[in-house]
Structures are given as structure tokens and as C-alpha cells.
């Protein structure tokens, strides 16, 4: 599976953005999906998953409310929607999927990666 994420920018605190990440293969419907974040010097952090259905969806707590993480198998895309956006999400944002777990907020159940989008939110 090979991803490649799409949709990062420059925006003002209080805006949106949306990131696509569009998967290679015929076997994306079965995966599950993470988005995953990491600021200059610091870790990286789970930001949001799906399952492969799509059913079921999980958050971060400070991501909760803001951000919301949907996908269309159709069109083999996972998509992370991103609201109120506040100086401190500023990071490059990696969509992740994983053949192995329904969900997961840690970055090792998760086998193939994007190569990650910037997201800049400015004051």
C-alpha cells in the first residue's frame, strides 16, 4: 500500500483545512486508518483513526470536536477534516494505514505511511 497525503497549508488561527490521503491497491477497504502529527522537536503524536468500515471513529482528546476523520473505499481516500485550527496544531500531519489492528492511537500497530502533509497555522 503506498499513500500520499494531500491538503496541508498555511491558515489563520480559527480556520480549516481539509488533508486527503489517497491510497494505492485493492486492498484498502480492509485496512484501518490513522492520522498522526509531529511538531519539530517533538514526538509524534496520534491524532485520529477509522476503521476500515468506516463505523467507527476515534480522536485524541484535544482533537475531539475539532477534527473529524471520515473515508470513501470508493475512491480509496481517507480524509481529516480540521476545525477551529490553533497555532499549536501547526505540525506535519502523516496518514497511516494498518492491515493488522480495527483502530489504533500508536504509530506501531500502523504499517505503511504517507510521507506527510504541513499544516501551519499562524497567529
Known amino acids: 500500500v503506498q499513500l500520499q497525503a494531500s491538503g496541508g497549508g498555511l491558515v489563520q488561527a480559527g480556520g480549516s483545512l481539509r488533508l486527503s490521503c489517497a491510497a494505492s491497491?485493492?486492498?484498502?477497504?480492509?485496512?484501518?486508518m490513522g492520522w498522526f502529527r509531529q511538531a519539530p522537536g517533538k514526538e509524534r503524536e496520534f491524532v485520529a483513526a477509522?476503521?476500515?468500515?468506516?463505523?467507527?471513529?476515534y480522536y485524541a482528546d484535544s482533537m475531539k470536536g475539532r477534527f473529524t476523520v471520515s473515508r470513501d473505499n470508493a475512491k480509496n481516500t481517507v480524509y481529516l477534516q480540521m476545525n477551529s485550527l490553533q497555532p499549536e496544531d501547526t505540525a506535519l500531519y502523516y496518514c497511516?494505514?494498518?492491515?493488522?489492528?480495527?483502530?489504533?492511537?500508536?504509530?506501531?500497530?500502523?504499517?505503511?505511511w504517507g510521507q506527510g502533509t504541513q499544516v501551519t497555522v499562524s497567529s
Open positions: 491497491g485493492r486492498t484498502f477497504s480492509s485496512y484501518s
Open positions: 497511516a494505514s494498518s492491515p493488522r489492528v480495527p483502530y489504533s492511537g500508536s504509530h506501531n500497530d500502523y504499517d505503511y
Open positions: 477509522i476503521t476500515w468500515s468506516g463505523g467507527s471513529t
